[in-house]
């Protein structure tokens, strides 16, 4: 069965950093791309990075280049995304996904 | 980016009842490789999203076949045959030919 945990959420102030992980199981993790997506209270869905099987190839929106960092360790089966200089408007839950397979979410507020 | 307009914002129906959700893109949906990225997703009430479809009209493993897809280039359709409970939540689509990857603003399906 495929599982996708995320940890690392929490209440952080503006322009702090945090960093996120998602730890998956129950298939080949080094073969499949990854994804971090965000949702906003009460609101759509936004993506926020998606990393390649190696690492090698990283993508980003606007919204959010420059300030977050997505990677991965093959041989821990985790994805990572480090979020730095964090503002208000980066509130949301997180969710790690690969293909159909989504994770529970983790929130992160961002407020002082 | 690629503007995904979805269609209605909300429906309600009947249990039985069969429905669908359009979803049109500001661009041509088309890849490179000839594919066409448009994925269709489920958020049950208090839950992860979950992806039903992926590439027009392909269903993800386990997804009833009262769901279906159809569509090409920038017009794409979802359709729920004989709507049960388990159905009702926010569908949105999902583009992920061209980046950054972009999502319709969904359609809540609700109970009449």
């Known amino acids: 069965e495929v599982q996708l945990v995320e940890t690392g959420g929490g209440l952080v102030q503006p322009g702090r950093s945090l960093k996120l992980s998602c730890v998956a199981s129950?298939?080949?993790?080094?073969?499949?791309?990854m994804y971090w997506i965000r949702q906003a209270p009460g609101k759509g869905l936004e993506w926020v990075s998606s990393?390649?099987?190696?690492?090698?190839?990283?993508y980003y929106p606007d919204s959010v280049k420059g300030r977050f960092t997505i990677s991965r360790d093959n041989a821990e089966n985790t994805v990572y995304l480090q979020m730095n200089s964090l503002r208000s408007e980066d509130t949301a839950t997180y969710y790690c996904?690969?293909?159909?397979?989504w994770g529970q979410g983790v929130m992160v507020t961002v407020s002082s | 980016d690629v503007v995904m307009t979805q269609t209605p914002p909300s429906l309600s129906v009947a249990i039985g009842q069969s429905v669908s959700i359009s979803c049109k893109s500001s661009?041509?949906?088309?890849?490179?490789?000839?594919?066409?990225?448009l994925n269709w997703l489920l958020q049950s009430p208090g839950r992860s999203p979950k992806r039903l479809i992926y590439?027009?009209?392909k269903l993800d493993s386990g997804v009833p076949d009262r769901f279906s897809g159809s569509g090409s280039e920038k017009d794409f359709t979802l359709k729920i045959s004989r709507v049960e409970a388990e159905d009702l939540g926010v569908y949105y689509c999902?583009?992920?030919?061209?980046?950054?990857?972009?999502f319709g603003a969904g359609t809540k399906l609700e109970l009449k």
């Open positions: 999902l583009q992920g030919t061209h980046l950054p990857y972009t």
């Open positions: 661009q041509s949906l088309v890849a490179s490789d000839k594919n066409t990225y």
């Open positions: 996904a690969k293909d159909e397979h």
């Open positions: 590439q027009v009209s």
């Open positions: 990393i390649n099987t190696d690492g090698g190839s990283t």
């Open positions: 129950g298939f080949t993790f080094s073969s499949y791309w």
